[in-house]
């Protein structure tokens, strides 16, 4: 979740006021679960959740995010939440979180896929993320649009994780 402010914040210039849209795997994704908890910690948030039925964000995120007064709405429409949002966080939906029930999974994977259709409602300052490592979810033509930050994003891991090793080791 460090990692994603932090890169939301150098993409986007800001976080108070942003619109996130998450997409994919929101039931056990641990990456967009802790990013909805730390994104509470700013203003005027919004945080749209797009996700087949069977890997919904769970309840708890969203009452933890309705007590502290984030607007949140869940849509079946990646098209229209991009057009809305600074940010498309995509996931991948894991075959490993499904178990036995491989039906499950293959009526989950492929329901959501950002590829030039969803760029091309985006705003221009909008960003694709993504924790990586991807399937078929963001298709590769997305790579070269400059929009697309999940490999800025994965450097600044190598920061974010710089940085708090230092914290823990030499302090401030």
């Known amino acids: 979740a460090l990692l994603d402010v932090y890169t939301i914040g150098r993409e986007i210039g800001k976080l108070d006021g942003i619109k996130v849209g998450l997409v994919g795997d ?3 994704g ?3 679960r802790s ?3 730390l994104l509470s910690k700013y203003q005027n948030v919004k945080i749209y959740f797009v996700a087949p039925d069977v890997v919904k964000m769970k309840d708890d995120i969203k009452d933890y995010l309705t007590s502290k007064g984030v607007e949140w709405e869940e849509s079946t429409d990646l098209m229209e939440v991009a057009s ?4 498309v966080y995509q996931t991948r939906i894991q075959r490993e979180r499904f178990g036995e029930r491989i039906d ?4 989950a994977r492929g329901k959501y896929i ?4 969803v760029l091309s409602v985006m705003q221009k300052h909008a960003i694709v993320m993504h924790p990586l490592p ?3 979810e963001i298709t590769v033509d997305v790579d070269s649009d400059p929009r697309a930050a999940y490999f800025r994003q994965a450097k600044n891991g190598l920061y974010i994780r710089m940085a708090l090793l230092k914290l823990l080791l030499v302090g401030w």
Request: with cysteine; aromatic share 8%.
């Open 35 to 37: 990013l909805a908890y």
């Open 30 to 32: 641990r990456t967009v």
């Open 26 to 28: 929101l039931a056990n």
């Open 114 to 117: 950002v590829d030039n259709k």
């Open 134 to 136: 991807r399937l078929d």
């Open 104 to 107: 499950l999974y293959e009526q």
């Open 84 to 87: 809305e949002c600074d940010v």
